[in-house]
């Protein structure tokens, strides 16, 4: 399918080649390619953040999800050593500010991840993710069928 003028229909493009797979019962994934041979005409800072917005929000837990949690984790354990006496006296404050740092962000990085993932199912780019989509009658208001 070509997918022209790409900054403004990426996301279209991407919406029908999952509704065609899906409606198909192919298992495959989509890749874009750029067949153009003439120069670009993009406006490169809407259209750069445009398609950044569309690879953020298509991926938040790789994006956002897994770097929160280590972040977190290694605030969370910096701060237990030094609350345990593993840190000299001398760099208590140090490690304090470094453990509290890394963990507000890596919290925040985790709401953040999944807020786009909320984001991005109510744009339609991603279905919805149910845990019993398995149950789910086909055409049924609540089964994924319908994006």
Known sequence: MPCLNEAMT??????????????SGIDGEIIAADGRNRKPHLNTCRDGWR?????????????????????ATIGLASLAAAILGFVPAAWLGV???FSTVTTVIGYQ?????IFAKFIAIESSLRPPATKFYIFCKPGAPWSTSSF
């Open 10 to 23: 990426l996301s279209a493009c991407i919406k029908k080649a999952r509704t065609f797979l899906r409606e």
């Open 95 to 97: 490690v304090h500010i």
């Open 109 to 113: 990085a985790i709401l953040l991840a």
């Open 51 to 71: 398609s950044l917005r569309l690879y953020l929000l298509m991926s938040p837990r790789w994006t956002f999800g897994i770097p929160g949690i280590v972040l």
